[in-house]
T-cell receptor, first 107, second 117 residues
Framework: GEDVEQSLFLSVREGDSSVINCTYT??????LYWYKQEPGAGLQLLTY?????DMKQDQRLTVLLNKKDKHLSLRIADTQTGDSAIYFC???????FGQGTELSVKP | GAVVSQHPSWVICKSGTSVKIECRSL??????MFWYRQFPKQSLMLMAT?????????EQGVEKDKFLINHASLTLSTLTVTSAHPEDSSFYIC?????????????FGQGTRLTVV
């Protein structure tokens, strides 16, 4: 079945860049999304990329898409403590999620 | 952006009772809503897809008689956990997709923390 894989944990220092990676198996989605979940809360859409694009930049966020390798990444520039959260990528119509990547930002 | 309101935010109930969780799309019509369950430090597990006016589609392993889903209108879906037991304690999240189709953005409720004692 469809699968989404992410590394489980990433720790960076405040001010550094963070790169969160995602691999997926289903290539039928027109859009691919990144969501952020803060503790005890629902998911917040961070950004998305259209499947015919290679890159999208949105302020501190840069999304890279490699369709051939089915690889999606999210780069957060100048990471802040408020960026600490769990990040999920997804793209399917039913929004199947992987385990998410927990980003920890140390001051 | 669009808002999805989930109610209640948290609930404590006694074992054997039923609990209803509401998911409302406040400023858009949601033909499809999704219900997820999340355990601590784990991903969201899709439980079911709720389509307005028809029966919900449940994922494999999810008991449809235990987790009753009703999507009676384009702005409201409900999840009822029947005869709740402590193992049903979890964080439940709903998501609603705008009318445009499978590739449009989905908006999430704030989640409901269910504790069964």
């Amino acid at each position: 079945g469809e699968d989404v894989e992410q590394s489980l944990f990433l720790s960076v220092r405040e001010g550094d860049s963070s790169v969160i990676n995602c691999t997926y198996t289903d290539s039928s989605s027109t859009y691919l999304y990144w969501y952020k979940q803060e503790p005890g809360a629902g998911l917040q859409l961070l950004t998305y990329i259209f499947s015919n694009m290679d890159m999208k930049q949105d302020q501190r966020l840069t999304v890279l898409l490699n369709k051939k390798d089915k690889h999606l990444s999210l780069r957060i520039a100048d990471t802040q403590t408020g960026d600490s959260a769990i990040y999920f990528c997804t793209g399917r119509g039913k929004l199947i999620f992987g385990q998410g990547t927990e980003l920890s930002v140390k001051p | 952006g669009a808002v999805v309101s989930q109610h209640p935010s948290w609930v404590i109930c006694k074992s054997g009772t039923s609990v209803k969780i509401e998911c409302r799309s406040l400023d858009f019509q949601a033909t499809t809503m999704f219900w997820y369950r999340q355990f601590p430090k784990q991903s969201l597990m899709l439980m079911a897809t709720s389509n307005e006016g028809s029966k919900a589609t449940y994922e494999q392993g999810v008991e449809k008689d235990k987790f009753l889903i009703n999507h009676a209108s384009l702005t409201l879906s409900t999840l009822t956990v029947t005869s709740a037991h402590p193992e049903d304690s979890s964080f439940y999240i709903c998501s609603a997709r705008d009318f445009g189709g499978v590739n449009t953005e989905a908006f999430f409720g704030q989640g409901t923390r269910l504790t069964v004692v």
